[in-house]
């Protein structure tokens, strides 16, 4: 006589379903998540890495010593976020590879930062337009992340947010001040949003790699920050009597490692000594 099969439950398909994301033959899935997460974290790592590395330029050179301590700051508060970023990456590729050896020793097609980060800083309000389109998107994304399924990730975020927040406020009353100030600081804050309106886009693109972590939990949708980033950025320039940004063709490229020639220069300067002596020990 034939056993005879068990009963199936109401809950019991359910938990199978659920069940079968961890199952062994899902290794495929994990490791192209594994994959997509370390280029995940390349991106959140290196967009505060170079941006950190063009701010720590205006050192020395800032209109006024308050703002030069500034912009100081924030450098090292990107830079501090790029450390924690790359360090998981590192951890996550597992190949021995640090964050410093990430920084450091990665040829510029490598990089995955978004082309707004690797502009030069041009004048003092280009600087301040570039903080500000950045720091109010990077506000919203750091919101999101600090509910993502990855708790390492999520703790980044974290700790990051508030000093983010503090970017994003300071970024955003110099373009009040400077919109609202002279004829010349209003031109060339004009000038400024003008030119790095062309770079926003691509900070709200998602490519499979980003939206098979977003359905994983991980990461999140960035054309769901859009529509903050633009009121919030509308209600900013409202209160500086400035126009919307004309919408010129969006360039684009920066996270498969299409860059421009800025961002050699920079990493030519960023990268001289560790290059120089890759075995010397600090």
Not at 113 to 136: H, K, M, W, Y
Not at 166 to 187: C, N
Not at 256 to 276: F, K, V
Request: proline letters at 4%.
């Amino acid at each position: 006589m034939a056993p005879s099969l068990p009963t199936i439950q109401p809950g019991d398909v359910a938990n199978a379903e659920k069940a079968r994301a961890g199952g062994s033959f899902d290794a495929g899935e994990a490791v192209e998540h594994h994959g997509a997460l370390f280029d995940y974290l390349l991106r959140l790592g290196d967009d505060s890495l170079i941006l950190g590395q063009r701010l720590t330029e205006w050192c020395g050179h800032a209109p006024a010593l308050e703002i030069d301590l500034s912009l100081a700051n924030i450098g090292l508060d990107l830079i501090g976020q790029a450390s924690l970023f790359l360090n998981l990456a590192g951890e996550v590729e597992g190949k021995g590879r640090d964050g410093d050896r990430l920084a450091f020793h990665r040829d510029v097609l490598a990089f995955r930062n978004c082309l707004l980060v690797e502009q030069p800083n041009g004048d003092f309000a280009q600087t301040i337009a570039r903080q500000f389109l950045f720091s109010t998107m990077q506000l919203s994304l750091f919101e999101r992340l600090t509910g993502s399924s990855d708790h390492r990730i999520a703790e980044i975020a974290a700790k990051a947010v508030k000093e983010v927040r503090y970017h994003a406020e300071l970024a955003s009353d110099w373009v009040v001040r400077l919109g609202d100030g002279t004829e010349e600081s209003r031109r060339r804050m004009v000038d400024g949003l003008d030119w790095f309106w062309r770079f926003v886009d691509e900070m709200f693109q998602s490519d499979e790699i980003e939206q098979s972590l977003t359905r994983a939990g991980i990461a999140v949708d960035r054309a769901e920050l859009r529509q903050g980033f633009d009121a919030t950025v509308g209600n900013v320039l409202r209160d500086a009597t400035l126009p919307l940004p004309e919408y010129p063709r969006a360039l684009t490229g920066g996270r498969i490692g299409h860059h421009g020639e800025h961002l050699g220069h920079l990493l030519a300067t960023m990268q001289y000594l560790p290059r120089t002596y890759p075995d010397a020990v600090w």
